[in-house]
Structures are given as C-alpha cells and as structure tokens.
C-alpha cells in the first residue's frame, strides 16, 4: 500500500497562480521528498526536508512538514506553463542505512496559459 | 555525469517471452532502486540494493521476476515469462548515502506485452 497519498489528485489553475498540493504519511519518517515528472520521463528530485523541520524554500517552491498531523505541502509560486507535470510526495521509512523511498499517488498539475 | 542510463527505452513483447531491462547507475553511487510505474498501482518499489546486494525484495510481484546487481555499475530487472499485466513503465534509480536520500532516476524502460 502506498505510504504518502496526494491531495488533490489533479489541479489545474491559471499560468500565475500558485498552486498548492498537499501530502499526507501513516508512519513516522526520517525525511519528506518532493519529486517531479513531466510526461514520459523519469522523476526529477525538488527539495527534502527532515523530520525535524518544519518548512523549506527553494526558489518558487516552499514546503512545509507537520509531523504532528503527518502532512506535508507543496507550494509553487507564480505558476508558469513549464510547470505543468505530474507531482510526488516520497517518504524515507526504515532504519537507517536501510530506508527506502514511498511514493505516493501523485498530483497530475496543469497550468494554463 | 550522464545520469541513470536504462535500456531498452521501448520494448514490445509478447506474451511468454523473456524480457531484461538493463540499468546503468551514477557512479559511485552505492544504492540501486527498480521501481515499477502503472496508472493502476502508481509507483511501486520492487526491489533495491545496496553495495550490490539485494536489501528488500517484497515488492518483487512474483517469481517471474527477478533482480540482480553483478557489479557497481550494473543491474537487470529479469521478467520470464511476460505477461500483459506487466506492461508499465519500469524505472530504475541510483543513491549515494546511507538510504532515504534523494535518489535519481533513468527515463524508464517502457514495457508493453502483448
């Protein structure tokens, strides 16, 4: 079963609008991932962020983790049209040296010119 | 650095056949994924390793399909025989660290049996 499930399962806004996907774990995690895939390529790695942060920047992206509600949120800012792809939420679960990443189901993102 | 090499790209089979996908990870890297894609199931892990050997096999769907990791710098995922339900986008990934890092994928193999 998958480990993190995204929400809305696809969203389609504007070009210039932000765009808001969020991510939510059952079990405890080290680090939260974000991932990217455009159509018929592999993911693309965005931004990590620990167990023991709360909220992340990297460029128009900002993340957020609640580990209390077992959440996590991906913001794009000022959305353009290169933006639209699909987006993955993968926590690292296990021991370490043994962790593995769990994908969720994806946000399917489209951005309208 | 070239990235995770994975070949075939395409590959279209029919059913009974033995299929092999072929993957190429960074270098150095000391983790190896294969991951299976469908529309259906999403992305599922199905087998890694680490330093070559096999750490977690429980995503592998059945003994049909196996996994193995020669050397660093190589991997195949085996299916024998192929069936159409395994049609999907089979994606291989590569890690440097100690696990739960960010890992780097190839561009898939995408699989259609028929």
């Known amino acids: 079963s998958q480990q993190g499930e995204e929400d809305p399962q696809a969203l389609s806004i504007q070009e210039g609008e932000n765009a808001t996907m969020n991510c939510s774990y059952k079990?405890?995690?080290?680090?939260l991932q974000w991932y990217r895939q455009n159509s018929g390529r592999g993911l693309v790695h965005l931004i990590l962020?620990?167990?023991?942060?709360r909220e992340k920047h990297s460029g128009r992206l900002r993340v957020t983790l609640d580990t209390s509600k077992k959440s996590s949120s991906l913001l794009i800012t000022a959305s353009r049209a290169a933006d639209t792809a699909s987006y993955f939420c993968?926590?690292?679960?296990?021991?370490?040296?043994?962790?593995?990443?769990?994908f969720g189901q994806g946000t399917r993102l489209t951005i309208n010119p | 650095d070239a990235g995770v090499i994975q070949s075939p790209r395409h590959e279209v089979t029919e059913m009974g056949q033995e299929v092999t996908l072929r993957c190429k990870p960074i270098?150095?890297?000391?983790?190896l994924f294969w991951y299976r894609q469908t529309m259906m199931r999403g992305l599922e892990l199905l087998i890694y390793?680490?330093?070559?050997?096999?750490?977690?096999d429980s995503g592998m769907p059945e003994d049909r399909f196996s996994a193995k990791m020669p050397n660093a710098s190589f991997s195949t995922l085996k299916i024998q025989p192929s069936e159409p339900r395994d049609s999907a986008v089979y994606f291989c990934?590569?890690?440097?660290?100690?696990?739960?890092?960010?890992?780097?994928f190839g561009e898939g193999s995408w699989l259609t049996v028929v």
């Open positions: 993968a926590t690292a679960v296990g021991e370490k040296g043994a962790q593995k990443l769990v």
């Open positions: 079990t405890s995690i080290n680090n």
């Open positions: 962020i620990r167990s023991n942060e």
């Open positions: 270098s150095g890297h000391d983790y």
């Open positions: 390793f680490n330093n070559n050997v096999p750490i977690d």
């Open positions: 990934a590569s890690e440097q660290g100690s696990g739960g890092n960010t890992i780097y």
